[in-house]
């Protein structure tokens, strides 16, 4: 039966809007790869299960957060997690060999006008791979670079406006490659949105 087989109303709706997050990282690594790109088949995926990840399908967001967003916990979020659900994310991921030194970092802002009132945010990622140094060293240079680049994110949209924006804490992830593969991944991830409702529209019936 066409569900469309006569005219009916339909809600137009906006753009949707971000609304509660989770925020989770995660290091994997392996001897397993193949092809082109040998991580995406080993190591990535085992960050994405070492996150929590491991079960939903990422997909790349860039770096706006609406003033409605929220963060839930991992656990909370997780047992409303579909097997093969599509997750939109703001992502930092990196890979390396064996002896690198890996670190995949997300920094969030939130910003507030000239009365004080929150308008929104914005995230920012850092990755990097280094052959040899340590650990300690890299966590110390992302969270350095995300500090740079929130405030340059902040002086392109705000400058000499009165605003003002708070650092929230960073999400560092680090690893050191013992295997032939490794990745490190840090993930911003939304788990539900807010729907506009614009108006209603009709809708004729499908042609045959």
């Known amino acids: 039966m066409n569900v469309l087989a006569r005219k009916t109303k339909a809600l137009v709706l906006g753009s949707r809007i971000p ?10 690594q392996t001897d397993e790869g193949s092809g082109a790109d040998p991580h995406e088949t080993g190591s990535f995926d085992e960050a994405l299960v070492a996150a929590g990840l491991g079960k939903v399908n990422l ?26 659900a599509v997750m939109d994310a703001i992502v930092a991921s990196v890979s390396g060999g064996s002896g690198d030194v890996l670190v995949a970092a997300l920094g969030r802002m939130n910003v507030y006008d000239h009365e004080s009132r929150h308008i929104g945010g914005f ?10 140094g340590t650990r300690p060293a890299v966590e110390a240079e992302a969270e350095d670079a995300i500090k740079r680049a929130m405030e340059g994110v902040f002086q392109r949209r705000y ?7 708070e650092r929230m804490p960073p999400t560092i992830i680090s690893g050191f490659v013992e295997k032939k593969y490794g990745t490190a991944i840090a993930v911003i991830g939304w788990v539900s949105y807010i729907h506009p409702v614009l ?9 045959e």
């Open 19 to 28: 609304k509660r997050y989770i925020v989770t990282s995660g290091f994997g």
């Open 59 to 84: 997909v790349k967001y860039s770096s706006v957060l609406p003033p409605e967003a929220e963060e839930v916990p991992l656990e909370v979020a997780a047992e409303h997690f579909h097997h093969g």
């Open 123 to 132: 995230a920012v990622e850092f990755m990097n791979c280094r052959h040899g």
């Open 159 to 165: 400058r000499g406006k009165g605003y003002r924006y």
């Open 199 to 207: 108006g209603e529209t009709a809708v004729e019936p499908a042609e």
